[in-house]
């Protein structure tokens, strides 16, 4: 389960860390300088992550575009862009593998971008091929659990994710053809399953239940699993004996994979808490999000890794300044039988609409950073239309760097 | 007219989803609310474990347990249960099986563990049958239903298919046994013209395309639509008039300096200029929600419009939601 009371794989093995906490708002940080942080060589690794809906694929897509254009050699990982945005960097096919995105214009040439979009079926089935002999990968491919596991279930896409990850980073380490790699999550139920996987896949090779149906059921091991007939009795009556059997051959098939797959998952944990790496936040002026981006935000400086910052996307300022009330009090004033004067008290209105709405958003934002006065900050302005172009991304990237 | 919605139709189980951020809690809230109508007692559950219900009725953090979160006029009831499937694993056990000793060994073999967190699909299967299971129980002297309707804030569109259709892949794994007959008596009962998915979206390019998908996904899957329900639609202070004024440049910087004069504000370019942004800007978002709606409407899916709630979610605006929703439209 996840859930507050779950922690990651990394706090089971240190002690508790130190949480940090400024004392008072003064103390808070100062915008975050997104161009800094994509122009230090010594980032490598940027992940995004925040709840569903809030813009982190454009984020991702957009923070990769600037930082490639600002001279650095840029894979960005997506997981499920919208289409016509996928199209844009020329993901039109599910290929499983960076590909080059045209119509970059990089400064001196330097930089490069690649994009790829994840297909976590094929990266499941790569993992098994690779680690794995022919005859045991063909076993695994074809049972029923793992084409279930693979294909079709909550979770697995986080596992991927991770997987992938890994692969680009050592890719990238091992020739040079990456700088940085931009990495978009899942759109999980919770920002928090990311990081979760790891810990979750080796609480299962843990487990004593997978150790039992690893255990020859004839034999000296029989001693020591008492019960262990009861358990598989009990679980015949509830799935059929056809179901046992597969899960037992899947499992045993697995076992051996599952160990590489853990150790390289908790590389990749470690090298996500490692200098080199990145968390942006992303969420939208509005409670819910806000709230999982808190979570999110604690989570991480429990765990000490590396947060950079929160992006608020979509904020909405009013182009003009005059206050809500004197708005409202001056459209009253004004003659609605005359069409100009309607027209203009309608104007008046829907500012006044717009600076509630920004009241309402700068206090959230306000609440954010008086609960998180050490997390460095920036408010990205709402585009009237979505991105579908480089052109739209570069746009955002500018917004991410300048802010409202 | 209220009746009309759970009777006649006879839909039973409401499972509302949508893209993450276009607010299917609340709508699934409003829903139950207005399901609740003329005395009804609606059961309405969340299974992602991250008690938006508690935190929309403003209530404690839910336990594994239905208890009432809202009563409306008339007398009506609004249960909610938060659905967490290691406990529901356990009352599955013991209310099939009495396993008693063996349901505990179950769980200190870390059986439980396993089959809620890795085994395929186990998670999705357990809170569809718990689902299943209160929108059929019955219970009293009479044994009527205990609930006249349920409502499940699902998960969002991109997993309702999968996780709707769980069943239909469990009854592929195991080919006989209980959880067999299970999985199709839950795949009959989400099939059935007693259930119905609702899709929430806003009106902008992603989450409209994904509801488009998301019902294409549903049909595939034979899982019946119900409405799409068009949230957050802002209502805007401009009328046609204006509207019209503005883009065909009648009212321009010199008209809007005349009129702020009028109203007794000090007309300074900036406010001049920021007002007349502000309302292009607005046409700008009203010409793109338009094209989002004519899109819609070419789908053959009836669909509801929920006005933007001007100051964030409260009780109140759940009961205003709920009023909408129970007009004419409603399954």
Redesign the interface.
């Known amino acids: 389960m996840t859930g507050p009371n779950r922690t990651g794989a990394a706090s089971r093995r240190q002690p508790a860390p130190r949480v940090v906490r400024a004392r008072t708002a003064a103390l808070a940080a100062g915008p975050l300088d997104v161009d800094a942080l994509l122009d230090d060589s010594q980032t490598h690794i940027i992940v995004c992550c925040g709840s569903g809906g809030v813009g982190k694929t454009t984020a991702s897509a957009a923070l990769a575009l600037r930082a490639a254009e600002r001279g650095r050699r840029v894979c960005v990982l997506t997981i499920d862009p919208a289409r016509r945005l996928a199209q844009s960097m020329g993901l039109s096919q599910l290929d499983n593998t960076p590909r080059p995105v045209d119509g970059t214009r990089s400064l001196r040439g330097q930089g490069s971008l690649d994009a790829m979009m994840l297909d976590m079926k094929r990266t499941f089935d790569e993992v098994v091929v690779a680690h794995a002999s022919p005859a045991k990968a063909q076993q695994i491919l074809t049972n029923p659990f793992y084409l279930a596991l693979s294909s079709s279930f909550a979770g697995t896409q986080e596992y991927m994710a991770m997987e992938k990850l890994g692969q680009l980073h050592a890719e990238s380490a091992g020739s040079g053809r990456w700088d940085l790699i931009v990495v978009d999550t899942p759109p999980s139920r919770s920002a928090m399953d990311f990081l979760d996987a790891p810990e979750r896949l080796s609480s299962l090779l843990d487990g004593r239940f997978i150790r039992l149906l690893l255990t020859p059921t004839r034999g000296p091991a029989r001693i020591f699993s008492s019960g262990f007939g009861a358990i598989t009795s009990t679980m015949s009556k509830l799935l059929g004996a056809q179901v046992l059997a597969d899960v037992q051959t899947f499992v045993a098939a697995f076992d051996t994979l599952f160990g590489g797959f853990r150790q390289r998952a908790e590389a990749t944990y470690e090298r996500l808490k490692a200098r080199g790496t990145a968390f942006v936040v992303v969420a939208t002026p509005e409670p819910d999000a806000l709230r999982e981006a808190a979570y999110f935000v604690e989570r991480l400086t429990r765990e000490q890794m590396p947060l950079a910052g929160l992006v608020v996307n979509r904020v909405d300022p009013p182009a003009a300044s005059l206050t809500a009330e004197e708005a409202l009090a001056g459209a009253g004033r004004l003659d609605g039988a005359d069409p100009a004067q309607a027209a203009v008290a309608a104007l008046l209105r829907l500012h006044a609409d717009r600076m509630r709405l920004q009241d309402r958003e700068a206090h959230l934002q306000r609440r954010f950073a008086a609960a998180h006065p050490s997390v460095p900050s920036i408010a990205v302005p709402a585009l009237p239309s979505d991105v579908h172009d480089l052109d739209g991304l570069r746009r955002v990237g500018e917004l991410l760097s300048t802010g409202v | 007219m209220t009746a009309a919605l759970v009777r006649p139709s006879g839909i039973r189980l409401h499972i509302v989803t949508g ?4 607010g299917k809690t609340t709508v699934a809230g409003g829903l139950a609310m207005a399901l609740a109508c003329d005395g009804k007692r609606v059961l309405l559950c969340e299974v ?3 008690q ?1 219900i508690a935190q929309l009725f403003d209530v404690a953090p839910l336990p594994y347990a239905e208890r009432t979160v809202a009563v409306v006029p008339g007398g009506g009831e609004v249960w909610a249960l938060a659905i ?3 406990a529901a694993l356990l009352e599955y056990l013991e209310m099939f ?1 009495r ?1 008693g000793r ?1 349901g505990k ?2 769980d ?4 439980i ?2 089959a ?6 186990v ?2 299967v357990l809170l569809t049958g718990k689902v299943y299971e209160a929108a059929r129980r019955r219970g009293g002297k009479d044994g009527n239903r205990v609930y006249d309707a349920v409502v499940v804030d699902a ?2 569109t ?2 309702i298919t ?1 996780f709707l259709n769980v069943n239909a ?1 469990v009854a ?9 007959k299970q999985a199709d008596s839950i795949m009959t009962l989400m099939r059935s013209r007693h259930t119905a998915v609702h899709l929430v979206t806003v009106l ?4 409209v ?1 994904e509801a488009l998908d998301g019902i294409k996904a549903l049909r595939d899957a034979d899982l019946p639509v119900g409405r799409v329900i068009v949230n957050m639609v802002r209502r ?4 046609g ?2 509207r019209g ?2 883009s065909d440049g ?2 321009d910087a010199a ?2 300096e ?3 004069h ?4 000090d007309a300074s370019p ?2 001049v ?7 292009y ?2 046409l ?2 009203l010409a ?1 929600q338009e094209e989002q709606r004519t899109i819609l409407s070419g789908v053959d899916v009836p669909v509801i419009e929920l006005p933007l709630a ?3 979610v409260d009780l109140g605006m759940l009961d205003d939601l709920a009023g909408i929703l129970a007009g004419p439209g409603l399954p």
Do not use: C, N, W
Request: charged residues 30%; glycine residues 16%; proline residues 7%.
């Open positions: 893209k993450g951020g276009t992602e474990g991250r938006g967490d499937a290691e099986y396993l063996a060994a179950l200190r073999f870390g059986v563990d396993f809620t967190t890795i085994a395929p699909g998670r999705d998960p969002p991109g997993r999968r892949e592929g794994l195991a080919k006989v046994g209980p959880i067999r902008e390019d992603m989450p395309q805007s202070p401009l009328d008039a204006a004024a503005l009648t009212i008209a809007i005349v009129a702020l009028k109203a007794g504000i900036l406010l200029d920021g007002l007349l942004a502000e309302g800007d607005h700008e978002r793109l001007a100051d964030g």
